[in-house]
């Protein structure tokens, strides 16, 4: 099988190279095309013989559609060898551009609300196959991207190996060369999990879904996830906070007259209150065939000033590229593959 060069970090570039007999400096120049100016078409890589690009594989996906929003929002739909497709979204905001990552082909936590559950977990995506939607994205608009978040398909966490791998890539100044603090790893909660990511040594932004202020309420959003209870999941999360100094992010996605109650900002702001974090409100999206709603924009706002009133550190992100459902698996529904 043949190596993909978006697997390897440098030095494992280099001990390739060597082995076949090749000057291992040429890891250096092939990662400046790839990362640095996302050329991957062998024969625009001036610089190098084509035996050292034909040692490896690059973009093995190709797109297969892409959707622009009126906001500047990009979303393309990627398709796999084997056939499975993800989304991946860049969105712009000034200077920066920030990507949305998928981690896996589906979704095995099946949350109510989400359409990348929608059909179940496919497969994981390898740490190359994470790492080419930046490629493509960066291909497809022209855009430095500055930021990424794994907020696309997939748990990241479930799929802990390749995430990390991708993450490393993602900040290596070798290679992408993000500032960590441009990095948010988003996961429906899974207190090992959370533990284990503290002990890396990587100083990423941890976001935790937490939609909801109690354990019975979450057992009906996030069926899957609440194996974990809400102690447990903070509990994780307040030591991921003490190795890294780094705030987690609260994630809360409000749905209307589910989550968005008076009762529920209150026992939200004592849970918030608990940690070193910052609380992000996103008004639903909604899903068709889904029976959520979102709540009007003058109840977010309510729900956001009883946070603050708490003290809690709370924003309400806007929801952007609404218009291409971009939000979390609809392309993949919308484009009929529904795989
Ligand atoms: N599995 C990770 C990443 C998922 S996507 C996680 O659970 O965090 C990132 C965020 O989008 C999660 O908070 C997820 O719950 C939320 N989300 C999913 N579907 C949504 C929708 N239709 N509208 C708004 N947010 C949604």
């Not at 250096?28 to 890589?45: C, F, G, H």
């Not at 994205?137 to 791998?165: C, H, K, S, W």
């Not at 003058?298 to 952007?320: E, T």
């Amino acid at each position: 099988m043949r190596l993909n060069f978006l697997d390897m970090t440098i030095q494992q570039a280099r001990d390739t190279l060597a082995a076949q007999n090749i000057e291992p400096y040429r890891a250096e120049q092939l990662a400046d095309w790839v990362y640095r100016k996302a050329v991957t078409d062998p024969a625009a890589m001036t610089s190098l013989p084509s035996t050292v690009v034909g040692l490896f594989d690059i973009l093995t996906s190709r797109v297969v559609a892409r959707a622009e929003s009126a906001d500047g929002t990009t979303k393309l739909l990627l398709e796999y060898p084997d056939g499975q497709r993800v989304e991946t979204v860049l969105i712009p905001a000034g200077k920066r551009a920030t990507v949305c990552l998928s981690t896996q082909v589906g979704c095995a936590m099946g949350c109510g609300f989400c359409a990348s559950g929608l059909g179940g977990l496919k497969r994981n995506l390898t740490c190359g196959e994470i790492l080419q939607q930046v490629i493509h994205l960066r291909q497809a608009t022209g855009r430095r991207i500055t930021g990424a978040v794994f907020m696309g398909m997939g748990e990241p966490l479930a799929n802990y190996d390749a995430t990390v791998a991708a993450t490393r890539a993602l900040i290596d100044p070798q290679r992408f060369g993000l500032s960590a603090r441009a990095v948010t790893l988003s996961t429906v909660g899974l207190p090992g999990r959370i533990r284990r990511l503290a002990r890396e040594n990587l100083p990423i932004t941890l976001a935790i879904s937490l939609h909801a202020p109690n354990d019975a309420l979450r057992r009906k959003l996030t069926p899957a996830a609440s194996v974990a209870s809400i102690e447990q999941i903070l509990a994780a999360a307040a030591v991921f906070f003490a190795s890294r100094k780094r705030e987690v992010t609260l994630e809360y996605v409000l749905l209307a007259g589910l989550n968005d109650t008076n009762v529920c900002a209150e026992a939200l702001a004592r849970l918030a209150k608990r940690l070193r974090c910052n609380v992000n409100l996103i008004r639903y999206n909604p899903v068709p065939s889904m029976p959520y709603a979102a709540p009007t924009a003058a109840a977010a706002k309510a729900f956001l000033a009883r946070l603050r009133r708490r003290g809690v550190n709370a924003h309400l992100r806007r929801s952007r590229g609404a218009d291409i459902a971009a939000a979390c698996g609809q392309l993949r529904q919308t484009a009929g593959t529904g795989q």
